[in-house]
């Protein structure tokens, strides 16, 4: 992990198309402003994690749906 040390409006660039800039540190509380393509999405963990768990339940519904339709068909 790279670790790197920001103040208030300063920003760290990823790649070419994304941009995290410092927007207000208050107490232990980071804002971050994030400038990224929108074919780039960005979560929070926890919601990135919770939209993957989704996904992941989906999936197994569509696999048990299509078992079943196979073995009665």
Known sequence: MLVLSRQKNE???IGDDVEI??????GDK???GITAPKAISVH???IYEAIQREKAGQK????Q???HKSSTG
Do not use: F, M, P
């Open 21 to 26: 800039t410092i927007v207000d540190v208050r």
């Open 60 to 63: 197994q519904q569509d696999d």
């Open 65 to 67: 749906a299509h078992s």
């Open 11 to 13: 920003s760290i660039v």
């Open 44 to 46: 929070r963990k926890e």
């Open 30 to 32: 980071v804002r971050l």
